[in-house]
């Protein structure tokens, strides 16, 4: 394997990694997010308002956990986009420097 293919396999591991952690973001976020609104209703229906501030509290922190899952996503897919974009662009470079050299 020669450096290039070292680069674009580390690359692609570190995307997969990336691509795994945001799924685990988000859905450690929506739980968080059940959990808190579920402590919020029953703090309220029982007059509690301690419980009803930990469930407050609880779901912001799972809208927090699930909003860094999805931003994690949109740069992996912005990334994508850009490594795309790049190859196309040395294909291209390739194509004109053969051309020239003809």
């Known amino acids: 394997m020669d450096d290039k293919d070292t680069v674009r396999a580390r690359a692609h591991e570190a995307a997969e990694e990336a691509t795994h952690s945001a799924a685990a973001d988000k859905a450690k976020g929506h739980v968080k997010e059940a959990v808190g609104k579920i402590k919020e ?20 922190e799972g809208k927090k956990d699930r909003l860094k899952g999805e931003i994690k996503e949109k740069i992996e897919d912005v990334k994508g986009h850009i490594e795309a974009g790049v190859e196309v662009v040395k294909e291209k470079f390739d194509e004109v420097r053969n051309n020239h050299k003809k």
Not at 44 to 56: M, N, P, R, V
């Open 41 to 60: 209703k029953f703090g309220s229906a029982i007059g509690d308002d301690k419980l009803e501030a930990k469930g407050t509290a609880q779901r912001l």
